[in-house]
């Protein structure tokens, strides 16, 4: 006879249950939003570096209270324009929500896309008891998240 036995269909079920709960808390909510936090900063973190190799002038990202930043030219009072909305670029973490970040921390880049203030820091952002760390690099300036 072909076909499965109930101990065949017990186990396989069994372990389809197991990897399926392995699975779900990467799956939640507050870890796509943490994530997709994560991916935000970071950019942006890409973005002051790339404006401050094409245009020849300092820029920079000062995060502050908590779940707010702003991307400035020679300093944080003049934040450039927002290139999808051509308001002041200062950002929040709202839409995140309840995504926040550890703050006091500045990162400003030369002409060469170099870290002047805050290369090799990071900025910490966690939601529900998750986090996701950026760091920026000493000497590239480049952002990663772990």
Same mark, same amino acid.
Request: net charge positive.
């Given at each position: 006879?072909?076909?499965?036995?109930?101990?065949? /269909?017990?186990?396989?079920i069994? /372990? /389809?249950?197991?990897?399926?709960?392995?699975? /779900?808390?990467?799956?939640?909510?507050?870890?796509? +939003?943490?994530d997709?936090?994560?991916?935000?900063?970071r950019?942006?973190? %890409?973005? %002051?570096?790339?404006? %401050?190799? =094409?245009?020849?002038?300092?820029?920079?990202? #000062? @995060?502050?209270?908590?779940?707010? *930043?702003?991307?400035? &030219?020679?300093?944080?009072?003049? $934040?450039?324009? =927002? $290139?999808?909305?051509?308001?002041? @670029? !200062?950002e929040d973490?709202?839409?995140? &929500?309840?995504?926040?970040? =550890?703050?006091? *921390?500045?990162? #400003? @880049?030369?002409?060469?896309?170099?870290?002047?203030? +805050?290369? +090799?820091? !990071?900025v910490?952002?966690?939601?529900?008891?998750?986090? &996701?760390?950026?760091?920026v !690099? =000493?000497?590239?300036? &480049? %952002?990663?998240?772990r």
């Open positions: 006879m072909k076909g499965w036995t109930l101990l065949e /269909l017990v186990l396989v069994a /372990l /389809l249950g197991i990897l399926v709960s392995s699975f /779900l808390p990467r799956l939640s909510p507050q870890t796509a +939003g943490l997709a936090a994560a991916r935000k900063v950019a942006d973190i %890409a973005y %002051a570096q790339s404006l %401050a190799m =094409n245009r020849g002038v300092p820029h920079g990202v #000062e @995060f502050t209270a908590g779940v707010s *930043y702003v991307v400035y &030219r020679i300093s944080p009072a003049t $934040p450039v324009s =927002n $290139p999808l909305t051509q308001q002041p @670029f !200062s973490l709202s839409e995140f &929500r309840p995504t926040t970040m =550890n703050t006091g *921390y500045r990162v #400003e @880049f030369n002409s060469m896309g170099q870290p002047v203030i +805050g290369g +090799g820091g !990071s910490t952002l966690t939601n529900s008891g998750v986090s &996701r760390v950026i760091d !690099s =000493n000497t590239t300036g &480049r %952002a990663t998240i």
